[in-house]
């Protein structure tokens, strides 16, 4: 069974559009999170929600909402999609903080933006 | 704030050859250090990570990691490379009372036949 799970694994779209990526883990952890992975490879985290309190990174432009309908999904909604915002999306989740828990990863969403 | 440094953009080692991936670190407190590792067109995988106790700390794949609080740092080591362990690799930083971990810019490990 898939630890953690995205979909869709590859997203195509155009400037101005809307779109969603789905998240999910089934491995009955409390905090999840969302990672930028630009073309240079660098990673770089936009959010981290743990149960109740979503931890925002102030870098990250207020057009990417996460949105968790429970512990097990943390979905990553774009509005207005932009040419940078093509990267690889990663979620990840960890059994309760980020600090001293391991993450486990997803296989990785790459957004392509025309 | 908390801050990690990963000098080299890519490692190229011989097989059968000892490798190091360095990895310093700057933190207000404890640190707590962690390496990853990527394969191409794959999420990130846990290696090793360092909480507390020994500093020396031994994880998947046959790789260990030092941790040396005066120097600040946390290098990647492994005895014998493999041309399988030819991938991008990540150091990660965490504090207490931090949500946020703060992953180093990868260093890509290249092992020749």
């Known amino acids: 069974d898939t630890a953690v799970s995205q979909t869709p694994k590859y997203l195509v779209t155009q400037m101005g559009n809307d779109k969603s990526i789905k998240c999910e883990q089934n491995?009955?952890?409390?905090?999840m999170y969302w990672y930028k992975q630009d073309s240079k490879k660098f990673l770089k985290i936009m959010f981290s929600y743990n149960n109740k309190e979503l931890i925002i990174n102030e870098t990250v432009p207020n057009r990417f909402s996460p949105k968790s309908p429970d512990k097990a999904h943390l979905n990553l909604h774009i509005n207005s999609l932009e040419l940078g915002d093509s990267a690889v999306y990663f979620c990840a989740s960890s059994p309760r903080d980020g600090f001293t828990d391991t993450q486990y990863f997803g296989p990785g969403t790459r957004l392509t933006v025309l | 704030a908390q801050s990690v440094a990963q000098p080299e953009d890519q490692v190229n080692v011989a097989e059968g050859n000892p490798l190091t991936v360095k990895c310093t670190y700057s933190?207000?407190?404890?640190?707590?250090l962690f390496w990853y590792v990527q394969y191409p067109n794959r999420g990130l995988q846990f290696l090793l990570k360092y909480i507390t106790g020994d500093n020396l700390v031994k994880g998947s794949y046959g790789f260990e990691a030092e941790f040396n609080k005066s120097q600040t740092s946390f290098h990647l080591k492994k005895p014998s490379a493999l041309v399988s362990d030819s991938a991008l690799y990540f150091c990660a930083v965490g504090r207490s009372g931090s949500y946020i971990p703060t992953f180093g810019r990868g260093t890509s490990l290249i092992v020749h036949p």
């Open positions: 933190v207000s407190g404890n640190p707590y």
């Open positions: 491995l009955g952890h409390d905090t």
